[in-house]
């Protein structure tokens, strides 16, 4: 089974070019997320990863935006 961390990485990984508007969904400053996703903050706290954790959660359960637009 996938970690939350481990989970986290990864989303982060698919929304790379998008990590501004994680960090202003998140409250998390583009730096932290650029540290975490890179593997620079190995261990990052629970509370950053909750957070991340949960706004990709609720981005997986949002309808995907048309390209187009």
Not at 3 to 11: D, M, W
Not at 27 to 46: F, H, L, Q, W
Not at 52 to 57: E, H, K, N, Q
């Amino acid at each position: 089974m996938e970690s939350i961390h481990a989970y986290v990485v990864r989303e982060l990984e698919l929304a790379k070019g998008r990590w501004t508007e994680v960090a202003e969904g998140t409250g998390i400053s583009k730096r932290t997320i650029e540290k975490i996703a890179s593997g620079e903050t190995a261990n990052p706290g629970v509370s950053h990863v909750e957070k991340l954790a949960g706004y990709f959660r609720e981005q997986s359960k949002r309808p995907a935006r048309s390209q187009h637009a």
